[in-house]
């Protein structure tokens, strides 16, 4: 084993375990990946079971040792979403702050370069308005607000095997086994899965109905 390259070790790891020997802990969803589309779900999902008064159990799976570790994308965004998901975001002490104040775009060639003139942009490519920031940042800060709402995020375990009901359909994830020595034997460690009842479009399906 020890010529397997890394990546390939990594996901053999995830089949070591006798699935019976697996502790086992059950949500109503579970959202592997905390970047901002699982965030969000995850905070959508809460704002739904509040307001119809539902005791809804979310888990959120993060490989990263913690949220926003392995988002290292600066980027420009729009936040029509935002505000749908999180009005009041601008009262709240959010890393999203600075504006775009100004667009310039330009061609350059090997010694020459020239800008075009903002009046021909197309809307999609104009900015002005929109906000500079750490997508990094952003999903710290996501998390921060989804565990307000009593989402439970799990960094530092990946999802290493799904986990299927009879009938074929989804129930969970198996998370990656630890302490696998290069010989692919298990140490004396404790396994998980986790079940979800629900998949989210499932449960936005009826919690809007």
Known sequence: MDNLPVNELNARQGQVLNPAARES????????????????????????????DLDLSVCVLEKASEVGA?????????????????????????????????????????DW???????????????????????GSVCKWLGEVAEGLGVEIYPGFSAAEVL??????????????????REMEAKAVSYTHLRAHETPEQLVCRLLL
């Open 25 to 52: 802990m059950e949500y109503d969803v579970l959202i592997v990946g905390a970047g901002p589309a699982g965030l969000s779900a995850a905070i959508q999902l809460k704002q739904l079971a509040q307001k119809n």
């Open 164 to 181: 299927f009901n009879d009938d074929g359909s989804v129930k969970g994830v198996a998370t990656g086994d630890m302490g696998v020595s």
């Open 70 to 110: 392995h988002i290292l994308s600066g980027a420009v965004i729009e936040t029509v979403a935002l505000d749908r998901l999180l009005p009041n975001w601008q009262e709240m002490d959010s890393p999203i702050k600075t504006k775009v104040k100004k667009d310039k775009l330009s061609y350059f060639g090997k």
């Open 113 to 135: 370069s020239f800008s075009i003139p903002q009046i021909l942009l197309p809307p999609l490519m104009k900015n002005h308005g929109n906000y500079i920031v750490s997508l």
